[in-house]
């Protein structure tokens, strides 16, 4: 069943989901997409599926999909490969049990809700703090689209109904992290973006202002924090590490991109 802004195909081999995402179509300017589901069942011999999933990407003019799936599945990323769509990443899952005590209230700082007031400062490290991600890495789309993405969604957090925009407060009451967090169950948050303020960096702010989270999220009753973020980002890798987070199964992101100028 296909319609103009989903798409879903399954035959006997392969099984295929696909939306629009409206966030990052607004954002970007240009048409959008996003595969959540592609499943061989068996041996592909079919292309029926893939070709009509072409069709739904005509139909709405969309220019970049991406695509994540289990690391492990290589057929599926053979199939996306031979479908014109390139490896960009590979991303890992940092997960955490909060059971113990570990994690002491850091002396200075301060974690808040961010006010309207404080946007310009969170836009500003949004626009350099975010350099891994996906965008980032694809060379195809460039760092000046991924800073704008991260921007729109520190801005549009604000008001998000389920996902929280943080600020980290230091002893001279200058913004100097930035967190979005949101609850994934009863017990468990989820950290969707997480920054030091550029001008922070190598200042030892990293464990202190990651301490200080897992501190609050501890005393709130929350048992468990997980993320995601790109292997790339081995000083960020190291830390997690150091806090006592393990990881999760890997994965891989692919980009298609229309053949124009994004």
């Not at 946007?119 to 350099?128: P, S, V, W």
């Not at 994934?184 to 200080?212: C, F, K, M």
């Not at 999220?217 to 997690?240: C, D, K, Q, W």
């Not at 590490?241 to 994965?251: H, I, N």
Request: aromatic share 10%; hydrophobic share 40%; glycine share 6%.
């Amino acid at each position: 069943m296909t319609s103009l802004d989903t798409f879903t195909q399954v035959t006997s081999d392969l099984r295929v989901m696909a939306r629009l995402t409206p966030w990052d179509t607004d954002c970007f300017g240009f048409a959008v997409g996003q595969i959540d589901t592609i499943e061989c069942l068996n041996t592909v011999s079919d292309t029926s599926v893939m070709e009509s999933f072409f069709q739904w990407l005509d139909l709405n003019a969309i220019r970049l999909v991406s695509c994540r799936i289990p690391y492990e599945n290589l057929t599926e990323s053979m199939l996306l490969e031979v479908s014109g769509f390139r490896f960009v990443e590979t991303v890992l899952h940092p997960y955490l049990e909060l059971s113990d005590s570990r994690y002491q209230e850091e002396s200075g700082l301060s974690i808040e809700p961010a006010k309207l007031t404080d946007m310009d400062t969170l836009d500003a490290i949004a626009a350099k703090a975010f350099t891994h991600g996906r965008i980032h890495a694809d060379t195809r789309l460039g760092p000046a689209l991924g800073n704008k993405r991260y921007r729109c969604w520190v801005s549009n957090t604000l008001t998000h109904p389920r996902q929280k925009l943080l600020k980290v407060i230091n002893e001279e009451g200058s913004i100097v992290a930035l967190f979005i967090t949101e609850m994934a169950s009863d017990e468990n948050i989820y950290w969707h973006l997480t920054a030091i303020a550029p001008q922070y960096h190598g200042q030892g702010y990293g464990w202190r202002v990651w301490n200080a989270m897992l501190a609050q999220h501890a005393r709130e009753g929350i048992r468990s924090v997980s993320t995601t973020i790109t292997a790339g980002n081995v000083p960020v890798l190291n830390l997690y590490s150091k806090l006592g987070f393990r990881f999760l199964p890997p994965e891989m992101t692919f980009h298609w991109l229309r053949e124009s100028k994004v």
